[in-house]
């Protein structure tokens, strides 16, 4: 009996750590930034997986026309192919932050192949763009206490995110807007793509109609669009 009541607290510890690895919002392994959820007026649009071609232009387009930043975390490999549209996004006025070089989980990574997953990412992009903010997010959300202190002695900020649109597989615009108006109430940091870690040219044209509509929306409501160092910038003054 004594045993099987440590197995099945093994398993459920266990499982509790493999959750707070991957939970954008748990906070077991280190403090990261999730926004102010329903403290606020503010919502932060955040990007992932681009520069991405010819998706993140179009994006651009879109934010363009509502007169609203956002926050961009890019690949570095995809920087070295595309560095004319990571800088087009740092001219049109966005925040860009460190997504690693190759995108991996780094929950399995040895501490030196993350800090030159990170350090090769901030490279590109300064050779891009030059410098650029301290905001890192981890692939997936993958993390463990150890990537968190490896981004901080880097100089890294570690952001997450609250609310995603589950966008990754390309859904219908509808069942994006869905997912994110439905768990919107302020201070909310929203996850969605303009690229694909697996390759260039994944199609995010309906992450980018759905952005459209989102801004419109959100906007006519009253909430104001900012990015992640604005965010940051508010939670402090606060």
Same mark, same amino acid.
């Given at each position: 009996?004594l ?122 992009i300064?050779?891009?763009i ?24 880097? &100089? ?8 995603? &649109? ?19 109430? &302020? ?7 303009? &690229? ?12 980018i ?30």
């Amino acid at each position: 009996m004594l045993g099987s009541a440590i197995t099945l607290a093994s398993a459920t510890a266990a499982v509790a750590a493999g959750y707070q690895s991957m939970s954008p919002t748990g906070q077991l392994y280190g403090r990261t930034f999730i926004g102010n959820p329903g403290l606020s007026r503010q919502l932060a649009l955040t990007f992932d997986d681009g520069p991405n071609d010819p998706h993140t232009q179009r994006l651009l387009d879109v934010l363009a026309k509502h007169n609203v930043h956002a926050t961009f975390f890019l690949i570095g490999r995809y920087v070295r192919q595309f560095p004319q549209i990571a800088r087009e996004i740092s001219r049109a006025g966005h925040t860009i932050g460190n997504h690693t070089f190759n995108h991996p989980l780094l929950i399995f990574k040895s501490e030196k192949e993350i800090r030159r997953e990170l350090a090769d990412c901030r490279s590109a992009i300064e050779d891009s763009i030059g410098s650029h903010s301290n905001l890192f997010r981890p692939p997936f959300g993958g993390r463990r206490p150890a990537v968190l202190r490896v981004a901080r002695e880097l &100089g890294f900020e570690p952001i997450m995110w609250n609310i995603t &649109g589950y966008d990754w597989n390309s859904p219908p615009a509808a069942e994006i807007e869905r997912k994110i108006s439905s768990r919107v109430r &302020g201070g909310d940091v929203i996850l969605l793509h303009d &690229g694909g870690h697996k390759q260039i040219g994944a199609d995010r044209s309906q992450t980018i109609l759905a952005t459209d509509r989102l801004v419109e929306r959100y906007k006519k409501e009253g909430f104001e669009f900012v990015t992640i160092p604005e965010m940051l910038k508010s939670t402090l003054s606060s």
